[in-house]
């Protein structure tokens, strides 16, 4: 209800097309939503459907102010993971889920950094993909102070079937 408002790409700041956004309909394609302008603050993951209150999913107050889309990839997937910012202590190359970095390598502090060299990936703060998510497209990330720090316990794929 109210006034709309449509979006095809990337927005870093949907304040100078809406004041607020109570909910959103996702038409085709995988997006991230933030609670923050400029891709910032809490994310979360929407494929297609109507969301019509999604501000009691999140348990939030808050309303979407930036939005970005996942672009859609079907080729190999390949990231390189690190026990420590910088690219330091043990990495290991990944190519598929990891649903426990605990179990698998031992990394009692999770991922730390890491660089995507290939496909989209979800990082999650908890083991078993649970808690707050994050988006990684192809790229370096030497640490995670954008992501307030987080230590990273587990991460999957952004499949071709999520579309």
Request: include cysteine; charge should be positive; glycine fraction near 10%.
């Amino acid at each position: 209800m109210g006034r709309s408002w449509e979006c095809s790409g990337d927005c870093a700041d949907m304040s100078s097309y809406m004041g607020r956004c109570h909910s959103f309909r996702v038409m085709s394609g995988c997006w991230m939503f933030y609670d923050q302008s400029n891709y910032m603050g809490h994310n979360y993951f929407f494929r297609k459907g109507e969301y019509s209150d999604y501000m009691s999913m999140w348990g939030s107050s808050s309303w979407v102010r930036s939005c970005r889309m996942i672009p859609w990839y079907s080729g190999s997937y390949r990231m390189r993971m690190y026990e420590r910012d910088n690219y330091m202590g043990q990495m290991m190359e990944m190519t598929g889920d990891c649903d426990n970095f605990m179990n698998r390598y031992n990394w009692s502090h999770g991922c730390m950094s890491c660089h995507v060299m290939d496909g989209h990936w979800m990082m999650y703060e908890h083991p078993n993909y649970m808690g707050r998510m994050w988006y990684f497209g192809p790229g370096h990330y030497r640490n995670f102070s954008n992501w307030g720090n987080m230590r990273f316990m587990s991460m999957r794929r952004v499949m071709s079937d999520w579309y």
